[in-house]
């Protein structure tokens, strides 16, 4: 070797930097994922849902406001869905939600049955967007009509307008 090149090693000072850039990177990188699973979701029957729902706020907060979601396409949420649930389709929900649903502190998710995987991906996806208190409703709408509870049909005249989506 050249006489007057001389090897270095790195300082613990520059070492210690190197590692902080590298964990601060890492941080950053998956901390803004936010992913759930199963283990997330918090199914309810239909008793518990509307329990739920109508649980008044004590002396300190006012009383919760809440909502049925339907993730279903707007043609099997006329055919039948939970009286006064928000049709809010799967594919529209990640640009949706976020200033349709705000005014609600309680959401209730619902598919068409037990084997209706929509729900659970909805509820997902809605815990995924920053909402807090998301039920999954256990049997979808065939536990709620076999509960006695109201369905109705058709379109409330006062949903929301989304924009309708091209044939392909």
Known sequence: MNGNLEMRRPTTHTTALRTATWIGLFAALTACTLTTSDRNLVYVDSYHAIE??????????????????????????????????????????????PGLLEKYDILVVYGSDYTDILASAASKRLLELGFTTVYTLEGGLKAWKKSGNEVQTGVPADAPELPDKPVI
């Open 52 to 97: 739920a729902m109508n649980k008044p706020g004590n002396a300190f907060q006012s009383a919760k406001t809440s909502a049925f979601i339907d993730p279903r396409t707007r043609l099997v949420y006329a055919q039948e869905h939970v009286a006064g649930a928000i049709n809010l389709p799967f594919e529209d929900m990640t640009l949706e939600a």
